[in-house]
């Protein structure tokens, strides 16, 4: 129902815009996102290289030593999308627009050494890609001022959410493979949420235009529902949790607040 009602909306405002004036602007647009993710950096990160570090320590101490690659946090994120935008009024526009959003973040350790005169080799591989789609509506207002366009505004996006953890492990001794091991779980989510924009155009030609953005979403990405797991299939339908450092089970979230400052060229039609 959300869906519908946004695309009711569009409808409706872009058959005003059609009216008030046919021109409309497409822009292709490179962005810099830096969510800030506190949930996700500060207690599921710290979780994962915790548990890497006891491996680590417990397979010191029988003897074996390597490189352990601990968990980093997401920061920056390059992501890629394009507009639509609709004069609805002298200074008025409505903006259809989406990009693809994608980091991954990963973990390993690899120890080897002699145990009883057994050469053991321990290799051990983690990884989270977490991947967003945002369809969102705009409403922008310009701001006269000389020589390039400013505007303001805000709207609502539906954000398609995905999260893909995997992990691998595997135990040799003598060069013979004692243990191997393998899980993938993949989780969505699905959200709707509110945003402010900021920008200026800077005229270029009679058709191009140059502008920099900045949309700050606010909310965040809860309630991750499993759809598949390779190792444990009674888990799908479940949310997604994980095992902090202090032992307690929590839900698996990423916040998205946070300002997505863009570069596009924009073509008037």
Do not use: C
Not at 11 to 27: E, N, P, Y
Not at 93 to 100: F, I, K, P
Request: proline letters at 3%; a neutral charge; charged letters at 20%.
């Amino acid at each position: 129902m959300k869906i519908k009602t946004l695309l009711i909306v569009l409808l409706a405002l872009t058959t005003a815009a059609a009216g008030a004036d046919s021109r409309w602007t497409f822009s292709l647009k490179g962005s810099y996102y830096v969510p800030v993710s506190s949930t996700f950096n500060k207690e599921y990160v710290p979780a994962v290289n915790e548990n890497l570090k006891q491996l680590s320590d417990f397979l010191s101490s029988s003897g074996l030593s390597g490189l352990s690659q601990n968990m980093g946090e997401i920061t920056g994120i390059i992501s890629a999308g394009g507009e639509l935008e609709f004069r609805t009024g002298p200074q008025f526009y409505l903006v259809l627009g989406s990009e693809y959003v994608y980091k991954s973040v990963t973990s390993a350790l690899k120890v080897s050494g002699m145990v009883e005169s057994i050469s053991v080799d321990v290799t051990q591989e983690g990884k989270v890609a977490l991947f967003s789609i945002p369809a969102y509506l705009t409403f922008r207002v310009n701001i006269p001022v000389p020589n390039f366009r400013l505007y303001i505004g805000g709207g609502l996006g539906y954000y398609y959410n995905r999260a893909v953890i995997t992990e691998k492990w595997e135990w040799n001794e003598n060069l013979v493979k004692i243990s191997e091991g393998s899980r993938k779980v993949v989780a969505t989510a699905r959200n709707i949420f509110p945003h402010a924009n900021v920008g200026a155009d800077l005229e270029v030609s009679s058709r191009f235009y140059l502008s920099g953005d900045i949309r700050v979403p606010i909310g965040s990405v809860k309630n991750f529902k499993i759809k598949s797991d390779s190792l444990d299939s009674s888990t799908v339908g479940q949310k997604l949790t994980f095992i902090d450092k202090d032992g307690q089970e929590k839900d698996f979230d990423w916040e998205l607040t946070g300002p997505s400052i863009s570069v596009s060229l924009k073509y008037r039609f």
